[in-house]
């Protein structure tokens, strides 16, 4: 109340020095700096910053923690101390930023009828962002988050299964979001977006996978099969590449992979992990040569680093092992970023089949997913390949290991899905790291920022007592 009176009394009193500012307000706005951005700009800005920055994030930290990559300095990230973030390891601003702004889009779309065609996507790429989110860190600011000041600058943590199963959550969304696209008659077509050039059917299928992988995700919860039956029965999802959730990098910036434009001794910072190299070379892979870089001691030899070394205490050749491969920094127009693909969706249905959840050929969907990954690393797929290294169940072969490998290796480019679907399955076997910083453990989920605890902190600590003190150790609650 003082507050308001405050500003209440100084405007009487400026508006009584002279009538000569009575258009002060019309007089100073810009016409050519509106107040309000578009709904397309805002649309194009959410989805490219938001793939640009996850895309760099799940490569200098996601691939640590899935073992895709071993940090040869600056590694404490790699030794597993997650809250000492280095060249990255803090997606939690990501997240909120790009959720700030994608509420503002659901507003303009529900205030104003000539912004109705931006509903869905908007609810869509709520529910994706939002899955992401708290399958990296758990019970987060969600219900009272994203609308700024106006509702509350310390909002509380909501508990995970609420993110996913309550109204307003992350399946109600995905629901909606289908809803508002299907019930959309207005002539007016969606722009700035870079992920399906407009196309309303496309993101219908979007939707459908991401209830595909957020009903796979909390399948150890709760009963999933029906709803998992029908999705795969109406078939409207991402079925092929050619209708992948992507947007392409360029070779050439300003749009191309953060990587390629970092100074050479940050990219050569990131080495082949070892467990990738055992897992490739046992599959006898040649996307090895793609993903990697031959040691520079030997072109013909592919070596991968143990995680985790301590770089004061040991000494290593770089020559020895593989940097990344050329896609992730001279041929990044190669590379997209990737928010939903039809080899992911066909290998979340096909481990569904095998687990029985739907009535379907692990075996057949299979097949088509790994051929459908190779196809988007730019690989040729070997003819004996998925008749012998990678044959479905041959020689005993756990098959559910089989199918969450080959989703591992292709997620490459989203480090933070590979080891989260670690965490949620077991596979793949990733290993022990050579001087962990957290008693031998491998982290089960990201700790909360320390912003979080000067900003928010009433709810912080909340949170942090839930969590063990915050701690790394603790699982989500899918994975509990």
């Not at 810009?30 to 700009?41: D, E, G, R, Y």
């Not at 992990?273 to 990697?292: K, Q």
């Not at 030899?301 to 020895?320: E, F, H, K, R, W």
């Not at 990044?332 to 739907?358: P, Q, R």
Request: hydrophobic residues 40%; glycine residues 6%; charged residues 20%.
């Amino acid at each position: 109340m003082k507050r308001f009176i405050y500003i209440t009394t100084l405007f009487v009193a400026f508006a009584a020095i002279s009538s000569c500012t009575k258009d002060f307000e019309d007089i100073n706005t810009n016409p050519n700096a509106p107040l309000q951005v578009q709904p397309s700009l805002l649309l194009r800005q959410v989805i490219y910053d938001y793939g640009e920055e996850m895309s760099y994030e799940g490569f200098v930290a996601g691939n640590l923690l899935g073992q895709y990559l071993t940090a040869l300095d600056f590694n404490l990230f790699d030794r597993h101390a997650l809250k000492s973030p280095q060249l990255g390891g803090n997606p939690w601003p990501v997240f909120y930023t790009n959720l700030r702004d994608n509420e503002i889009i659901l507003e303009q779309a529900r205030t104003t009828e000539a912004n109705r065609v931006y509903e869905g996507p908007a609810l869509i790429m709520k529910a994706y962002m939002a899955a992401a989110l708290t399958d990296i860190y758990g019970d987060v600011p969600y219900f009272e988050a994203f609308k700024g000041k106006e509702v509350t600058t310390t909002p509380k943590y909501d508990a995970q299964e609420v993110i996913y199963l309550a109204e307003g959550g992350i399946l109600d969304n995905l629901d909606k979001g289908i809803a508002a696209i299907q019930n959309y008659n207005g002539a007016i077509k969606l722009e700035g977006d870079i992920l399906f050039n407009g196309n309303l059917d496309n993101w219908i299928q979007f939707a459908n996978s991401l209830k595909i992988k957020s009903l796979m995700r909390i399948s150890e919860k709760i009963d999933v099969a029906s709803q998992l039956q029908q999705v795969y029965q109406e078939g409207n999802f991402i079925r092929t590449n050619a209708d992948n959730a992507t947007f392409d990098f360029t070779d050439g910036e300003p749009n191309n992979f953060r990587l390629a434009r970092l100074r050479a001794g940050d990219f050569n910072n990131f080495v082949m992990s070892e467990t990738i190299d055992e897992i490739l070379h046992d599959l006898e892979d040649p996307r090895i040569e793609v993903l990697f870089r031959p040691t520079g001691n030997d072109p013909q030899v592919y070596n991968g680093l143990i995680n985790g070394i301590d770089a004061s205490q040991t000494s290593i050749s770089p020559a020895d092992y593989s940097y990344a491969g050329k896609i992730f920094r001279e041929n990044s127009g190669m590379l997209d970023a990737n928010f939903m693909t039809g080899w992911e969706t066909n290998f979340l249905l096909a481990e569904a089949a095998e687990k029985g959840y739907i009535q379907a050929d692990p075996k057949m969907i299979y097949e088509l997913a790994v051929t459908q990954a190779f196809e988007y690393w730019n690989t040729a797929l070997p003819p004996n390949y998925l008749s012998a290294t990678a044959a479905y169940g041959a020689d005993g072969k756990n098959k559910i290991e089989q199918i969450i490998t080959q989703k591992w290796i292709a997620n490459m480019i989203n480090g933070y899905e590979g080891w989260t679907e670690w965490r949620r399955t077991g596979f793949p076997d990733l290993k022990p790291i050579s001087a962990s910083l957290n008693n031998d453990l491998i982290p089960v989920r990201m700790p909360y920022p320390t912003e979080e605890a000067a900003l928010n902190a009433q709810n912080y600590n909340q949170a942090a007592s839930t969590t063990n003190d915050n701690s790394i150790n603790f699982p989500v609650w899918w994975d509990e």
